[in-house]
């Protein structure tokens, strides 16, 4: 068995990005850029105002209280038509250009104005570039304004359209096969007395979505060699193939003769965690094989911490695993050395402090072992024991509602 850190590392030596495609920005939010994007416009394109106020030479505001002469309103969207000279200023809006001349902003709170007068009373000092947003501040025209592999949220957005972009060039989508196989499994439109309903199948599809991947549901395969590799042979084309099911070693578990049945060739059988043992990792020219557990509570923990990994690296992301926060065990947790362990965990925040609390159940086969969990605990390989109040290492789950 490979340990979890080997194993990890063994699955994204394997996978690079896939091939680029050309989407508008709002459809590659979540994804990550291919190419390195540099600046086309200086934004600000001039110094400007950050409050409603004065515009004024600081000179002349550093024996406050002064009265200054106003010459004329900007607003944003203005353009100055009068330079600021001694003991002058300009009423200024939020985001209007500053006139030349002026070097600070005074906030109208900090001025006295009169009725039927042009004199304002400034009330306080103003430092130099106080209140002033700077030309260049968000952007200057040729820097490097998103490097490659930086993922594109909101805000990235913003910074592309505010730059007159409006497609970007992002790894294409991964597209995802998925199987089950089991001859107690039936489908969700089915209600078969003696089995019991495949939640692996639409659970994988539902997390390889919210990665950002294309999943495609092949179905279930009874516990027939020749049956398994069918589906398989049916997921030619896919980037991953994900088998739900048949990753462990009993009489009826195929998985391991079906990938190899294919040409697929074996990279690892098994990590040393729990949940999630059985757990495989196979290639096939660029395709990716995983072979997951067939429990549905290790199947999603092994989706999170091998298949995720792997789908944001296909999608380009330089940012692959989760980043882990810290937290104090709300509970003592004791284990054999051996197996590194991922206890399901809700984590809230305690006396400014952030608690672990294992939820009640820890089985592999209860769906209801994974739901209400926020992160996964991790209990190192070495370690046997952790006590009330020792501070533990979380990894948040993607699949929070």
């Known amino acids: 068995m490979l340990s979890f850190e080997e194993a990890k590392r063994k699955?994204?030596?394997?996978?690079?990005?896939?091939?680029?495609?050309?989407?508008?920005?709002?459809?590659?939010?979540?994804?990550?850029?291919?190419?390195?994007?540099a600046a086309r416009r200086t934004l600000p394109p001039w110094d400007n105002s950050a409050m409603d106020g004065y515009a004024l030479r600081s000179v002349d505001a550093s024996n406050a209280p002064v009265r200054l002469r106003v010459v004329e309103s900007i607003f944003a969207g203005q353009t100055p038509t009068?330079?600021?000279?001694?003991?002058e200023c300009s009423r200024i809006m939020t985001g209007a250009p500053l006139p030349t001349g002026a070097d600070a902003v005074v906030m109208q709170e900090k001025v006295r104005t009169f009725s039927g007068s042009d004199e304002v009373e400034i009330l306080?000092?103003?430092?130099p570039r106080s209140?002033?947003?700077?030309?260049?501040?968000?952007?200057?025209?040729?820097?490097?304004?998103?490097?490659?592999?930086?993922?594109?949220?909101?805000?990235e957005a913003a910074l592309l359209w505010a730059q007159g972009i409006f497609q970007v060039q992002v790894p294409r989508r991964p597209e995802v096969a998925i199987l089950t196989a089991g001859d107690e499994l039936s489908r969700l439109d089915e209600m078969v007395t003696g089995k019991i309903v495949d939640t692996n199948s639409p659970s994988l599809?539902?997390?390889?979505?919210?990665?950002?991947?294309?999943?495609?549901?092949?179905?279930?395969a009874p516990d027939r060699l020749e049956k398994i590799v069918e589906l398989l042979r049916a997921a030619s084309g896919a980037d991953v193939v994900l088998i739900g099911s048949g990753a462990s070693v009993g009489e009826r578990d195929f998985a391991r003769q079906a990938l190899e049945s294919v040409?697929?060739?074996?990279?690892?059988?098994?990590?040393?965690?729990?949940?999630?043992?059985?757990?495989?990792?196979?290639?096939?020219?660029?395709?990716?094989f995983f072979a997951l557990?067939?429990?549905?509570?290790?199947?999603?923990?092994?989706?999170?911490?091998?298949?995720?990994?792997?789908?944001r690296r296909l999608l380009g992301h330089q940012q692959t695993e989760p980043i882990p926060v810290f937290a104090r065990s709300g509970v003592a947790l004791a284990k054999k050395p051996g197996l590194t362990h991922f206890v399901r965990v809700?984590?809230?925040?305690?006396?400014?402090?952030?608690?672990?609390?294992?939820?009640?159940?820890?089985?592999?086969?209860?769906?209801?072992?994974?739901?209400?969990?926020?992160?996964?605990?991790v209990f190192p390989e070495a370690s046997t024991s952790i006590g009330v109040g020792d501070p533990v290492q979380l990894l948040p789950l993607s699949w929070v509602g």
């Open 263 to 288: 040409g697929v060739q074996i990279e690892f059988w098994k990590a040393a965690i729990r949940p999630g043992k059985p757990i495989a990792l196979g290639t096939l020219g660029r395709t990716l």
């Open 205 to 220: 599809a539902a997390a390889v979505m919210r990665v950002g991947g294309l999943p495609r549901q092949l179905g279930i």
């Open 131 to 155: 209140c002033v947003r700077d030309k260049g501040e968000d952007s200057r025209e040729g820097e490097l304004l998103l490097a490659e592999g930086t993922a594109i949220g909101i805000p």
């Open 82 to 87: 009068r330079s600021i000279g001694r003991g």
């Open 124 to 127: 306080e000092s103003a430092a």
């Open 346 to 377: 809700h984590a809230a925040w305690r006396d400014q402090e952030l608690w672990a609390t294992p939820l009640t159940s820890q089985t592999s086969g209860a769906i209801r072992s994974a739901a209400s969990a926020s992160h996964l605990l």
């Open 11 to 37: 699955i994204l030596s394997v996978v690079s990005p896939l091939s680029q495609e050309w989407v508008p920005v709002e459809s590659a939010v979540g994804r990550a850029i291919a190419q390195p994007i």
């Open 293 to 311: 557990p067939g429990n549905p509570t290790s199947s999603l923990v092994c989706f999170e911490l091998f298949v995720r990994p792997a789908l």
